[in-house]
């Protein structure tokens, strides 16, 4: 999961915890055994390797099937479903796991928040029609459950990371299917509860990194549903420029006051002013560690700094959403800026020696930094380097995904990004990446 909640201690007990489980449940051991499988299989390619990923997801799926029909559910099948997920995020599989991934988690709140009201007879069995009755809610895809203490705290590790994927699934096609959590203190303390419960306390202020993972990924979530609205509204035959598009903009900066309350914490202010001090201690910097002209980064604390570069992710994209065209305007909108600075992070260690790459993660901070640097418009220096970085991610960094393919799909799906013709594409022309216009509707 790259950056995701590993450096609140998170990954290390809930690893051991899982492991654990897969020894009892068949179900979560094959889905364990066909990620290590297709992990292994991407990265030497090995026929052995993809023949055992297929064996393995075969038999996972089956029991997935038997553990539905029978609703024997419980968290170790929500961690195999999930897993199944990972595996095949940008392929046509992703989004039929999400979906079991949502159906699993809301049956397992639903269920969590009916135990905690009756008292439950130890070996009651339940009635058929009852069961008939929780099959029917299993399989209903929009059902929602405004109840947040229904389910383990590990249960709610794997809705965050649902809700990552379901970020990652809605750049792709600019439909979010999970629904927004609610926010305010309330859900916040509650949310801090099971993070602490999870987290190494010997770590200081675990709970705290984590709860800003977790707050900033919610944050981008709501964005993607706010893209999805604005895209609707638009091409609505009875929208209206003035009365709509005040609409628009008052839910983007409702989520842009959300992203500066995020960062004003005093964790991140005191990361800053660390990170501040280390860059004016900071000796000679290689040229291949910088962008461009531009002042080097130092990258004291790695955490920090991904974190920092999704806030500005997040600050592009809706944006984008709310002035929906390339290019470094409307003026005041700070996207030139934000653009830099991602570009100044990602230029601070050749991607060859990190080793906590995220992948498309990086490729979509890029992409939408280049919709801002504009090509030969705007900033055709800045935009160059963005293109050749950008190639960089491809393959070893995003699996079987090649950039041709990634880029046809933003353009054509992702909502915060306008249909753009080969003259105003962000780098170089569209046709040099052996992208098609053609099909393309403006």
Request: hydrophobic residues 40%.
């Amino acid at each position: 999961m790259g950056n995701y909640l590993w450096f609140a201690g998170i990954t290390q007990p809930v690893t051991r915890y899982i492991m654990a489980k897969a020894l009892e449940q068949p179900v979560l051991q094959h889905a364990v055994l066909c990620t290590s499988a297709a992990l292994l299989s991407e990265r030497y390619d090995t026929i052995r390797g993809a023949r055992r990923y297929l064996e393995h997801k075969q038999k996972c799926l089956g029991l997935l099937r038997e553990h539905i029909d029978s609703l024997d559910i419980n968290e170790g099948v929500a961690a195999a479903v999930f897993f199944l997920l990972f595996v095949e995020i940008g392929e046509m599989g992703a989004r039929s796991h999400l979906r079991g991934l949502k159906s699993v988690l809301d049956y397992l709140k639903k269920k969590g928040a009916e135990d905690q009201k009756k008292a439950v007879v130890q070996g009651e069995e339940m009635s058929d029609p009852d069961k008939e009755k929780d099959k029917a809610m299993l399989n209903k895809s929009d059902f929602t459950n405004s109840d947040m203490t229904g389910i383990s705290p590990l249960a709610w590790l794997i809705w965050a990371w649902g809700i990552r994927m379901d970020i990652g699934i809605a750049t792709l096609d600019g439909q979010p299917m999970i629904a927004p959590l609610p926010v305010g203190p309330e859900q916040e303390t509650f949310h801090r509860s099971w993070i602490s419960s999870l987290s190494d306390p010997t770590i200081p202020d675990s709970a705290e990194w984590g709860l800003l993972n977790f707050t900033l990924d919610n944050i981008m979530h709501r964005g993607c549903h706010v893209a999805r609205k604005a895209r609707t509204i638009r091409s609505s035959p009875t929208y209206s420029p003035e009365v709509d598009e005040a609409k628009i903009h008052r839910l983007c900066q409702q989520l842009d006051n959300d992203l500066e309350q995020w960062r004003s914490n005093p964790i991140l202010q005191q990361a800053k002013l660390e990170e501040e001090f280390h860059q004016l201690i900071a000796g000679p910097i290689p040229p291949e560690c910088c962008f461009l002209h531009y002042p080097p980064a130092i990258v004291h604390n790695r955490i920090y700094c991904n974190l920092i570069e999704d806030y500005r992710t997040a600050k592009l994209y809706l944006s984008l959403v709310e002035y929906p065209s390339p290019g470094p305007n409307p003026p005041g909108s700070g996207r030139f800026q934000h653009a830099v600075e991602i570009c100044r992070i990602i230029a601070a260690k050749p991607l060859w020696e990190r080793d906590d790459v995220r992948g498309a993660e990086e490729a979509m901070c890029l992409f939408l930094a280049g919709v801002v640097f504009g090509v030969e418009e705007y900033y055709p220096m800045e935009s160059r380097w963005v293109q050749n970085t950008f190639e960089q991610y491809f393959p070893t960094f995003t699996g079987s995904m090649r950039k041709e393919d990634l880029l046809g799909i933003w353009l054509e799906n992702c909502p915060c990004v306008p249909m753009v013709r080969e003259k105003n594409f962000p780098w170089t022309l569209l046709s040099s990446l052996g992208v098609s216009t053609d099909g393309l509707k403006v």
